[in-house]
């Protein structure tokens, strides 16, 4: 006995079940979102209730001359993220993609617009470092159009899709120990945004090398705002007016450790004599700064080659499970801790 395949689905079949137009079926599959929402969730169901699969010979991620994968991020002016981006665009230009990059400067808002515009470019694929009150609403739109979506540097957990991060907790853990070891007892954190997963897992190290080594956490040291300069400034500032200022700060981003060294500097102390630091995440002068910094590296170029592999990975293989895949930091030993200077880099995952 024979056994024959069914016909495929055909855009009259979905016209047909959702009550509508064979034109208004097709601007829905090819994201023309001039259709009302309510129409398009009807068709929308109807491909669903159907199973039918769009034709997109030019939508293929691999190989296809001219095609786009979206990136997302919010700084391009921070270093990590740039080095990131050139991860992802040196990777996916060997794969004939190009790259195309939106800056969100962590504003939800403009993140969901810029998605909607990845949908109307109809992207190949979208790599993005979600902000923080993402919803899921407009990257579902994406999937259940079979666009791969990888995030990037913070993990959302009401998000189901694949993920690239480092390893926050134990890049962080690895510094403040390192300032342990130097003899430091009153250890400060100076951090932004728990909101965001590196903010949280930044300072989940730094308390859980404190209670290792039987060190207290001390509230009145915990320093918290935005990862920004002048936040890192502001906070320290504070910290070194203190009747008990610490005898070491780390700053959990680079940008924060950029606001502790001015703040160090306008008090007059000096590193690591009066002060000694460590950073989370390198910047390309910390080797050039008057006393050359201490830092967590992240692997941001591989961060960003890591997720065109997913990318890639989600266009082979739709139906597989969402991944995460974690990198290790390294300690880069410099100055401004106090420990005599190495040229190796000490693996921290």
Known sequence: MVDFAPPPITLEDVARHAGVSKATVSRVVNRNYGVSEPLRQRVMQAIQALGYQAERPAHRLRGAAGEIVGVIVPDIQNPYFTTVVRGIDDLAHSYQLSVLLCHTGDHPAKQDAYIRMMMMERVAGLILA??????????????????????????????RFDTVIVDN???????????????????????????????????????????????????????????????????????????????????????????VLKAV?????????????????????????????????????????????????????????????????????????????????????
């Open 265 to 349: 500097r306008e008090a007059g102390s000096r590193i690591p004599a009066d002060l000694a630091v460590v950073g989370f995440d390198d910047v390309p002068w910390a080797d050039d700064l008057f006393i050359p910094l201490t830092t967590v590296t992240q692997p941001a170029y591989e961060v960003g080659q890591e997720a065109v592999r997913m990318l890639l990975r989600r266009h082979s293989e739709p139906a597989a499970p969402v991944r995460t895949v974690t990198l290790p930091t390294a300690l880069t030993i410099r100055e401004s801790c106090g420990a005599a200077r190495r040229a190796e880099n000490v693996r921290t995952g």
């Open 130 to 159: 979600p902000s923080f009150g993402i919803t899921r609403d407009p990257l579902q739109q994406l999937a259940q159009f079979g666009t791969p979506v990888v995030l990037i540097d913070r993990s959302v957990s009401h998000l």
């Open 169 to 259: 907790v134990q890049g962080a853990y690895q510094g403040v120990r390192h300032l342990i070891d130097q003899g430091c007892q009153r250890i400060a954190f100076v951090g932004g945004d728990l909101q965001l997963s590196p903010g949280r897992e930044r300072l989940a190290g730094y308390q859980q090398a404190l209670a290792d080594h039987d060190l207290p956490s001390d509230p009145a040291l915990i320093r918290i705002e935005h990862f920004s300069v002048e936040s890192g400034r502001r906070l320290t500032r504070a910290l070194l007016n203190r009747p008990q200022p610490p005898d070491a700060i780390f700053a959990a981003s680079n940008s924060l450790s950029m606001g």
